[in-house]
């Protein structure tokens, strides 16, 4: 079985977040880069159906030179191989970025035969597009199932469930498929340090696509009122049950 | 304010990580009351190194101060309950880490560890039962090493402080300004309003240099980072009953140390490239995705770490099970030199810094500190870490990030004790450091200074005095010396020797008020006729050794210091703390050089270049005066640090190249020698049993016991008079002794010569520790050429200190016989002292 997990280099924020200047990014000098939360059981999951049935999987990713951190971190979990298609670290929208994997995509398969599954994120944990896996499945005709919370082979098939409000949707859709997933779809493993070692040596091959106009333009970032709240300890042991007593009745609740 | 921050304080500390909580504590623990506490951050984790640390604490350092800190601070976290023994090991997997734990053994001995143990692999594995032993050849180890909870320490610490109402915690309270009028220190602005205090103490760790340059001065230190990961959950720890059941391992050749943590295991490095950053580059506390000082992981600075972590413990390393859970670039405080930066800082009154302290010394260190603000010296000496030890080029931000980038991979390195910084050399150099260089002279770094160690141009000397020079076969005493040295040594006992001393630091006292000052900052009677040179022991109020230097009368109001260059700095602020109204100091270290001229023939080599009179009557021993040496008016003061007679020479910097010349082309014809800081601080001194600073003169150890005690104490009052009365009444805990080396041979038969710091043991193998509980170590080492004996000097309980007294000495992790030759301060080289005298 063959499968493919696209992901996307992102800041983690963790602190309140800060915007350049400019107010078009956001500014990353304190932090560190993940891929999507969405993608990292995307990950997981392409790892597991390997596990279980053999085969080859792939990592894409569309950014910078560092994101090639992403690509080893996916490849110290278990995925074979990544493809970097390669970017001067300026955004791309979501419709330039489907054509661009669309090709890388393409090009892996004339060689290799299809992709069973198509693995991305519902949405970048940054930019939210929300565009890229449904563009890339419409772009092969294949089917598409998005926002997944849990993904079960059958077959030729693959059984795939929505979180809706009480309850779940379920579609069985026969391979190739592209399937957009969430948080929550799985428990991501972390690397193990053999994997780890094993990641430094796994290919990683690049593309340098040339980035069309945007017809999507970024104007201004906002941050949302609010935002960046910490959690606070109020102590810890029998210590602190006085300032939880204070909260409680603070809030009303006692 | 109405939010509760005081107005008022005796003491403001700054920063709530494991050493602002540990001062704060122990002040109002001896007595102080209104001490306020803030920090920016939340508590108990205000975000800085105290709350990513690692927690371990490792007793035994080379570094007896660093040891002496750790072994207290550890006393407190047991006492407070924190502390969770789980004993350590630190492996080799090279045969020079085995020598090196060798020397660990000596070190434990010297300070006092117990119990310690050299360990086979298999023993190894016993403790330690996941570990690879095949990759190893042995181990050392410490049964008192363990964890500890400084997040928690600091809570108890808080708690007791403000349970005595003494002390006021004031979390998420920034300190944007802090004010100084007149030179001292009078207010810190805060978002929560301004509080007026008389001292303020900044406690920051890696914010600190931020906080000194609100106040105008500064903190010599850099954040850095070092790599941590933690990897779980370990098969083999499952149902682990505390945070650690097995023994720390540090796996020395690597510079990694990995340690059960609970289930997981925790892997740290100081292997990877030095990863330096600014104060600045630290981001606010509300940005910090984990904290301010938990930067993002960089897994190629690791890639290489995991390798080495794999083969030395593949059970759990290797397991596929186990996870990367958790991994920082954890940022720390990194020095020039290693050392902590402590005590109230040269620029700004009333400004304490207690900063570049690891949670393993924190304690120990907020005690200490504290026990210097209140009573104005430490139980424990701290002269190494001394914020006023640095030179002005010292505290730049480039020497800073030099050095500490150059030391950081020697976290866990063979260092040896005369190794050389390469980093930032050539800044300061004497006016004749080109014809050093042109006679092959080997600088050694003091104060910034280069100075000719020896010159190997002298290498002819060799077969001159091939009877009498020992050569060293064993690479570990050869490093960072030469027989050249000793060759040089009996040149200038037979003719004489010319010596670059131009890393002195001089300053003088002047003024109506200097007779005054300098008779409070020294032991001895300054009230001396204009011209006298007194040698002079410089006591810290517990009437221990706070220095030792020289002072000249150069009128009734002008007072000149001399002192050498590593204590410069901290002396030059001794002194100026001493200063009464009327008087003032001025620094010449870079207006004057100075050159010495020793030995039988010197007199005859000067006399040749003056028109002066220079004999034995008209230029007693003892005195200074301005001769004529040709066109130069040099200050000529006959005193000697090598036992020979002679005169140090000093003339303004822009000349000293002209006097070099002078000297030396009148010395040829009498053989003179140009001779390196080997002679002049070691051989030379060792002969004459001379002490020296920061080796046997500490503030742990007083003037009777170092055998310096004058007949009469002089009537005038000085710091540490009273502590020093009372010495004189005790019967010594301890004497200062010169030992020699009975018998070189190791068990190999190669003969081996000790370098310092090693343990001196009764004849039985027993350590020998005085009523005040000091151990017996050696304080120095080195030939004694004209003695041909290898030389020792240690406190000695007085039971031991008798001559002849037979005992031996620890090297390497053998042992040799040593006996005392003299008990005393009686030179062992011309014990009438004729020579100086001639």
Same mark, same amino acid.
């Given at each position: ?5 696209? $992901? ?17 990014? $956001? ?25 279980? +049935? ?6 894409? @990713?569309?950014? /910078? ?11 110290? =979990? ?8 390669? @970017? ?9 970025? &489907? ?17 069973? $599954? $198509? ?5 970048? &944990? ?7 896996? =449904? ?5 092969? +005709? ?34 190739? &498929? ?7 779809? +799985? ?24 980035? /069309?106009? /945007?017809?999507?333009? =970024?104007?201004? =970032?906002?941050? /949302? ?25 603070? &809030?009303?609740?006692? | ?28 623990? *001896? ?27 490792? *007793? ?11 072994? #207290? ?22 045969? #020079? ?20 143990? *050299? ?234 810094? !207690? ?142 020797? *010319? ?36 040698? %002079? ?51 010449? %270290? ?71 010349? %002078? ?58 008079? !009273? ?116």
């Amino acid at each position: 079985m063959r499968i493919a997990v696209c $992901i996307k280099r992102v800041p983690i924020t963790g602190g309140r977040i800060v915007l350049t200047a400019d107010a078009r990014a $956001i500014n990353t000098q304190h932090l560190g880069f993940t891929m999507s939360p969405h993608e990292e059981c995307g990950v997981e999951e392409a790892v597991r159906l390997i596990e279980a +049935n053999k085969g080859d999987s792939v990592v894409l @990713t569309l950014g /910078p030179p560092e994101a090639v951190e992403q690509l080893r971190d996916a490849m110290a =979990l278990g995925i074979d191989r990544a493809i970097h298609l390669q @970017t001067d670290g300026q955004e791309w929208d979501g419709e330039s970025t &489907a054509a661009a994997l669309l090709d890388a995509i393409r090009a892996d398969e004339t060689s290799n035969g299809p992709f069973d $599954i $198509i693995f991305f994120g519902n949405e970048s &944990a940054d930019s939210g597009g929300f565009q890229v896996g =449904l563009r890339v499945a419409y772009a092969l +005709n294949r089917p598409c199932v998005t926002g997944l919370k849990r993904v079960t082979l059958e077959g030729s098939s693959v059984r795939c469930e929505q979180e809706v409000e009480d309850g779940r949707d379920v579609y069985v859709v026969p391979l190739p &498929a592209v399937l957009t997933v969430k948080e929550g779809l +799985n428990l991501p493993r972390y690397p193990s340090v053999p994997g780890r070692m094993r990641a430094r040596s796994k290919p990683v091959a690049d593309v340098t696509p040339a980035r /069309p106009a /945007p017809r999507l333009e =970024l104007v201004k =970032l906002l941050v /949302p009122a609010g935002q960046g709240r910490r959690a606070e300890s109020l102590g810890s042991g029998a210590a602190a049950a006085p300032a939880v007593v204070d909260v409680f009745q603070k &809030a009303g609740v006692l | 304010m109405d939010n509760g921050l005081p107005r008022h304080a005796r003491a403001v500390v700054i920063g709530c990580g494991i050493v602002g909580n540990s001062l704060a504590y122990h002040l109002t623990r *001896l007595g102080w009351r209104d001490v306020v506490l803030l920090d920016k951050g939340p508590l108990p984790n205000p975000g800085g190194s105290t709350g990513h640390a690692s927690n371990f604490i490792y *007793l035994v350092d080379h570094s007896k101060e660093m040891t002496a800190l750790t072994v #207290e601070s550890v006393r407190q976290y047991r006492e407070m309950g924190v502390f969770i023994q789980s004993g350590g090991i630190e492996v080799a997997r090279t045969k #020079e880490r085995m020598q090196e734990l060798t020397r660990r053994m000596a070190s434990a001995g010297s300070w006092g560890i117990e119990p310690v143990s *050299l360990l086979t692999p298999g023993d190894v594995k016993e403790f330690v039962p996941y570990i690879n032993e095949k990759v190893i050849l042995g181990g050392f180890y410490t049964q008192g090493v363990g964890v500890v909870d400084s997040l928690r320490a600091g809570t108890l610490m808080r708690d007791k402080g403000q349970a005595a109402g003494a002390l006021h915690v004031a979390p998420k309270t920034e300190v944007v300004g802090i004010d100084v009028e007149g030179g001292r220190v009078r207010r810190v602005r805060t978002t929560q309003g301004d509080i007026e205090a008389e001292v303020v103490a900044i406690t920051c760790g890696v914010w600190s240099p931020r906080l000194a340059r609100m106040a105008g001065t500064h903190i010599p230190l850099t954040p850095a980072v070092h790599q941590m990961i933690d990897i779980g959950p370990v098969p083999r720890f499952r149902g682990a009953k505390s945070d650690i059941e097995h023994p720390i391992v540090r796996d020395m050749d690597t510079n990694m140390y990995e340690r059960q943590a609970g289930g997981d295991l925790e892997i740290g490095s100081y292997a990877h490239r030095p990863i330096l950053y600014d104060p600045e580059d630290l981001p606010p506390v509300e940005q910090a995705a984990l904290s301010p000082t938990e930067f993002p992981f960089t897994q190629a600075d690791f890639d290489e770490q995991m390798q080495h972590a794999l083969e030395l413990m593949p059970e759990i390393v290797g397991d596929e099970s186990v996870g990367v859970k958790y991994a920082i670039n954890g940022i720390l405080s990194l020095t020039s030199d290693g050392m902590p930066v402590l005590g109230e800082s040269p620029d700004v009154k009333g400004l304490w810094a !207690a900063a570049a302290v690891w949670v393993k010394e924190g304690p120990g260190t907020g005690k200490a500190v504290a026990e210097w603000m209140v009573h104005g010296s430490s139980e424990i000496d701290l002269h190494s870490s001394d914020i006023a030890r640095f030179h002005e080029h010292q505290r730049t931000r480039a020497h800073v990030r030099a050095r500490a980038a150059e030391g950081f991979n020697k976290t866990y390195g063979i260092v040896h004790p005369s190794e050389q910084w390469a980093s930032n050399r050539d800044v300061r150099l004497a006016p004749f450091h080109a014809r050093e260089r042109e006679l092959g002279a080997v600088f050694f770094e003091a104060a910034g200074w280069e100075r000719p160690h020896w010159y190997e141009s002298n290498g002819a000397l060799l077969e001159e005095y091939d009877d009498q020079v020992t050569h060293r076969t064993s690479e570990w005493e050869s490093r960072w010396w030469s027989p050249i040295i000793n060759a040089e040594h009996l040149a200038m006992r037979e003719r004489a020797g *010319l010596f670059d001393l131009s890393a002195f630091t001089i300053f003088d006292v002047v003024g109506p008020g200097a007779l005054a000052s300098v008779q409070c900052a020294a032991l001895r009677q300054m009230e001396v006729p204009v011209g006298r040179v007194v040698y %002079t022991p410089v006591l810290s109020p517990n009437g221990g050794f706070k220095s030792d230097l020289t002072i000249m009368r150069l009128g009734d109001e002008h007072f000149r210091v001399v002192t050498g260059g590593a204590a410069g700095m901290s002396d030059k602020k001794w002194f100026r703390d001493q200063l009464v109204p009327g008087a003032e100091l001025a620094d010449l %270290t870079s207006s004057m050089t100075t050159i010495g001229l020793w030995g039988p023939r010197a007199r005859d080599i000067l006399e040749s270049t003056t028109s002066d009179d220079v004999s034995n009557e008209g230029f007693k021993f003892g005195t200074c005066r301005v001769i004529e040496i040709g066109t130069q008016r040099v200050l000529a003061s006959r005193i000697s640090y090598v036992g020979d007679l002679g005169w140090e020479l000093y003339v303004p910097m822009e000349q000293g190249l002209m006097l070099w010349d %002078t000297l030396w082309e009148a010395g040829r014809p009498h053989g003179l020698a140009a001779c390196g800081i080997g002679v002049y601080g070691t051989t030379g001194r060792l002969e004459k049993c001379y002490r020296a600073h920061g080796n046997e003169l500490e503030t742990e150890y007083n003037v009777v016991e170092a055998g310096m005690a004058a007949p009469r104490v002089k009537a005038e009052d000085f710091v540490g008079k !009273a502590a020093h009365l009372r010495h004189r009444e005790e019967d010594p805990a301890a004497m200062l002794c010169t030992l020699t080396v009975d018998d070189h041979r190791s068990k190999s038969g190669e003969k081996r010569y000790m370098l310092g710091r090693e343990p001196i043991l009764t004849r039985d193998g027993k350590r020998i520790v005085d009523r005040h509980g000091r151990g017996s170590y050696v304080t120095s080492a080195g030939a004694g050429p004209s003695v041909g004996k290898h030389i020792l000097m240690a406190y000695l309980t007085p039971e031991e200190s008798v001559l002849g007294n037979q005992l031996l000495v620890e090297y390497m992790g053998e042992r040799y016989p040593a006996s005392v030759a003299v008990a005393g301060a009686t030179p062992l080289f011309d014990p009438e002292n004729t020579r100086i005298r001639a």
